[in-house]
Nanobody, 125 residues
Framework: QVQLVESGGGLVQSGGSLRLSCAASRSIFNSNAMGWYRQAPGKQRELVAA???????NYADSVKGRFTISRDNAQNTVHLQMNSLKPEDTAEYSCNAGGTTARAMGFMSVTHNYWGQGTQVTVSS
């Protein structure tokens, strides 16, 4: 059963923009911190951006000033606006709710953890 549905990945030229979306059920959306992670070939998975239910955000140093994470409460959806994309941004991007992201944001008592199927982002030089 799909818990999180991601969309918006694709192929874009260096300097271009993409917007990723992660749609969740209302119960998951209203109860969990959510975040975007990425993994490139030969590299470890890393947190790109995260947001709590209250709207507190966190970003990887490599994307600060270029990426923006936001919550759309009406659509139970988290977006990642990616601007000024670079070839090094090429990776599989996955949405997470609860668990992994909550711990990264300082919430220590968390049991649930949900992952989307992933969406590929490729930035050409």
């Amino acid at each position: 059963q799909v818990q999180l549905v991601e969309s918006g990945g694709g192929l874009v030229q260096s300097g271009g923009s993409l917007r990723l979306s992660c749609a969740a059920s209302r119960s998951i959306f209203n109860s969990n911190a959510m975040g975007w992670y990425r993994q490139a070939p030969g590299k470890q998975r890393e947190l790109v951006a995260a947001i709590t239910v209250s709207g507190r955000t966190n970003y990887a140093d490599s994307v600060k000033g270029r990426f923006t994470i936001s919550r759309d409460n009406a659509q139970n959806t988290v977006h990642l606006q990616m601007n000024s994309l670079k070839p090094e941004d090429t990776a599989e991007y996955s949405c997470n709710a609860g668990g992994t992201t909550a711990r990264a944001m300082g919430f220590m008592s968390v049991t649930h953890n949900y992952w989307g199927q992933g969406t590929q982002v490729t930035v050409s030089s």
